[in-house]
């Protein structure tokens, strides 16, 4: 399987992004697709995930409230809709996936991942 991620960019605080997770190739009945974020000098942090077995969803506690994430069975694609950013969002963000029945936000437990897409947020 191979992750493509998009719609990363600048915006001023409190604007709002939605990034694409695109699939291709070998897509399983089901899975778990996770969003990460890697901020200059940090570690990779989960943000969200979602699982297409049972749609369970699950959210980092910073950005619960303002991040949903969906997904388009039909486009095999996950959006992560990104609302009132904060220059504390600012990362690269990174999609990734493994055949697992629900989802988590341990970027150790997923297989695949596609390249960042920079998301930057400032005046």
């Known amino acids: 399987v191979q992750l493509q991620a998009s719609g990363g960019g600048l915006v001023q605080p409190g604007g709002s992004l939605r990034l694409s997770c695109a699939l291709s190739?070998?897509?399983?009945?089901?899975?778990?697709i996770g969003w990460f974020r890697q901020a200059p000098g940090k570690e990779r942090e989960g943000v969200s995930c979602?699982?297409?077995?049972?749609?369970?969803?699950d959210y980092a506690d910073s950005v619960k409230g303002r991040f949903t994430i969906s997904r388009d069975k039909a486009a095999n694609t996950v959006y992560l809709q990104m609302n009132n950013l904060n220059p504390e969002d600012t990362a690269v963000y990174y999609c990734?996936?493994?055949?697992?029945?629900?989802?988590?936000?341990?970027?150790?437990?997923?297989?695949?991942w596609g390249r960042g897409t920079l998301v930057t947020v400032s005046r």
């Open positions: 979602i699982g297409t077995s049972n749609g369970m969803t």
């Open positions: 190739g070998f897509i399983r009945d089901y899975y778990a």
């Open positions: 990734a996936t493994v055949p697992l029945l629900g989802c988590g936000l341990g970027p150790e437990v997923y297989e695949s």
